[in-house]
């Protein structure tokens, strides 16, 4: 069975400062998805990544995979408050559609 | 066009009573998912559909749980006999088709609000 760990489960951090999710999973998969959920709403999609050393950027937030260590980051840079919200990474398991999720990176940035 | 919707947008039910959660794709998405979200927990895949027919029901945790899909658009998730354990968000998503449609290509999940069940 695919597992997904995620850590830090709770960040808090300075504008300004700089930081990394970390995200694990146990078995070989073809993509891996990083989501943001504000609270109360739904996952807004950020970032797919297909394959090994694949990295994408969009504005502070980057993300990077590692298909031999099977690790994903996201890496915030000068962290803004409007990056609050809750970070989910998921895997796709194998040949099915199954998503795998991670509990998720609660992610508070203070002024 | 639209995205995703479902409904209700919220549902509190007593113990023991069935209730009927909808789910409106994206027009001419033949792939449609739900997932389970408990409280401070990420998402549990419970079951998808390619079309009208649902090649994964593996994520359903109980018989007390079924879903359906007509005309490859609306999509019913029924639970019976509800049990306390059953309160999360339920949301569904999205996408034009399953499977991998080339090396390097993907079909993205799109969600929707969900569905916020409460039993008391």
């Known amino acids: 069975e695919l597992k997904v760990e995620q850590n830090p489960l709770f960040l808090s951090m300075q504008e300004g400062k700089n930081y990394t999710i970390y995200c694990n999973y146990s078995?070989?998969?073809?993509?891996l998805y990083w989501y943001r959920q504000d609270p109360g709403k739904s996952l807004e999609s950020l970032f797919v990544l297909l394959s090994n050393g694949a990295v994408k950027q969009e504005g502070r937030l980057m993300a990077s995979l590692d298909t031999k260590a099977r690790l994903s980051t996201l890496h915030i840079t000068a962290a803004v408050h409007d990056l609050s919200a809750t970070y989910f990474c998921a895997v796709r398991w194998g040949g099915s559609e199954k998503l795998v999720f991670g509990k998720g990176t609660k992610l508070t940035v203070n002024p | 066009g639209a995205g995703v919707s479902q409904s209700p947008s919220n549902k509190v039910t007593e113990k023991g009573k069935d209730v009927e959660l909808r789910c409106d794709p994206i027009s001419g998405h033949t792939a449609l998912y739900w997932y389970r979200q408990r409280l401070g927990q990420g998402l549990e895949f419970l079951i998808y559909?390619?079309?009208?027919?649902?090649?994964?029901k593996s994520g359903l945790p109980s018989d007390r749980f079924s879903a359906e899909r007509t005309g490859e658009s609306v999509s019913t998730l029924t639970i019976q006999r509800t049990q306390q354990e059953d309160s999360a968000v339920y949301l569904c998503?999205?996408?034009?088709?399953?499977?991998?449609?080339?090396?390097?290509?993907?079909?993205?999940?799109?969600f929707g609000p969900g569905t916020r069940l409460t039993v008391t």
């Open positions: 078995t070989t998969s073809d993509r």
């Open positions: 559909f390619q079309g009208n027919s649902a090649p994964d």
């Open positions: 998503a999205s996408s034009l088709q399953s499977g991998a449609p080339g090396l390097g290509y993907f079909y993205e999940q799109y």
